[in-house]
């Protein structure tokens, strides 16, 4: 469905997306993660043929992006990372006045309008002016205008962001039924929980490269292992540790000890080393991400 082949994006002399390459197949569900600045909304903007490849190549529907933006545009429904609705209109009005893009017929747009403020939950604020909708309202009629076309492709660029926990769990429930319905989903996220749920695959970026790529167990069991020992830190600990090899990270005053057997960690602990308080629990994406790619506060 896309194929990327050292996508390079400059701003100036700004490289924001360093030579990337991923394949994502038809009917997949594929997240794309990272920290701020990690050149994920450039990435979906040349995905979306609305920012222009700098170098490398890039295939969507088999197209290059430069020369068929028009027909790509046409197959593709996006969900932008901020919310670019007429804020004039009513719900009604901005899904109508979006359908004209297309070319829409207008009484197969108002059957197709209908049917997505069902899909939304929004039917009842249909006369409703869009400024007056709650943050979670907006992402929903985002997410219903972008499926005004019946795209095969759908991009979501921080779909969730902001939301509270039930608009989020709506939106990942849309987004289940849409891949069901056979409809290749791409989205980036800065919720961990989402992506490992949701995904099928995914590739964690940072400073315009990709770091790892992978199912979300495989990338948990390659980076850290699929388990986590969580210990409070002492010298005595740490030099413990050392003389078994085991594989950990100071957290402040806690350590993580990474392992594909938490029991047997747990139980060298308990036996060899001077231990307080420690517990045990699987790993994360969350682990994954941090450990890749620091634990400094990026602005
Ligand atoms: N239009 C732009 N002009 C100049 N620099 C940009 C522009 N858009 C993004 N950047 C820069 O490119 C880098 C990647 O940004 P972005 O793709 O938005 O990251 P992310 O979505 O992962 O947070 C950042 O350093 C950002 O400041
Ligand atoms: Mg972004």
């Known amino acids: ?90 719900v009604y009005e901005n899904l109508m006045v979006y359908s004209r893009y297309f070319d829409i017929p207008r009484e197969e747009a108002e059957k197709k309008v209908e049917e997505l403020l069902d899909f939304v939950q929004l039917t009842d604020k249909r006369d409703t002016m869009t400024e007056s909708l709650s943050g979670g309202m907006k992402r929903r009629l985002i997410l219903a205008r972008a499926l005004v076309n019946q795209p095969r492709l759908l991009i979501l660029d921080e779909p969730t962001v902001g939301l509270d926990p039930q608009a989020r769990h709506m939106i990942w429930d849309r987004l289940r039924l849409l891949k069901k319905n056979g409809v290749t989903v791409v989205l980036t996220s800065h919720y961990l929980d989402e992506v490992e749920k949701l ?47 085991a594989s950990y990270e100071v957290i402040g005053d806690l350590v993580h000890i990474y392992t594909n057997d938490p029991q047997q960690i747990a139980e060298y602990l308990t036996m060899k080393c001077p231990i307080s308080k420690m517990s045990a629990r699987p790993a994360t994406l969350e682990d994954v991400f941090l450990r890749l790619t620091g634990r400094r506060l990026r602005e």
């Open 1 to 90: 469905m896309i194929v990327a082949e050292g996508l390079t994006k400059y701003f100036k002399d700004l490289v924001a997306v360093n030579g990337i390459s991923f394949t994502i197949e038809e009917g997949e569900m594929f997240g794309f993660l990272g920290p701020n600045g990690a050149g994920k909304t450039t990435t979906m903007r040349m995905i979306q043929c609305v920012s222009p490849v700098t170098s490398g190549s890039l295939k969507i529907f088999d197209m290059d992006s430069i020369s068929h933006p028009r027909e790509i545009k046409s197959l593709m429904g996006v969900v932008p990372q901020e919310n670019n609705l007429d804020m004039d209109f009513t």
């Open 199 to 245: 995904c099928d695959r995914l590739v964690v970026m940072d400073y315009g490269r990709i770091l790892v790529e992978g199912s979300p167990s495989s990338v948990i069991e390659e980076y850290v292992g699929s388990g986590i020992v969580e210990a409070e830190n002492y010298p005595e600990l740490l030099e413990c540790l050392n003389r078994r090899e």
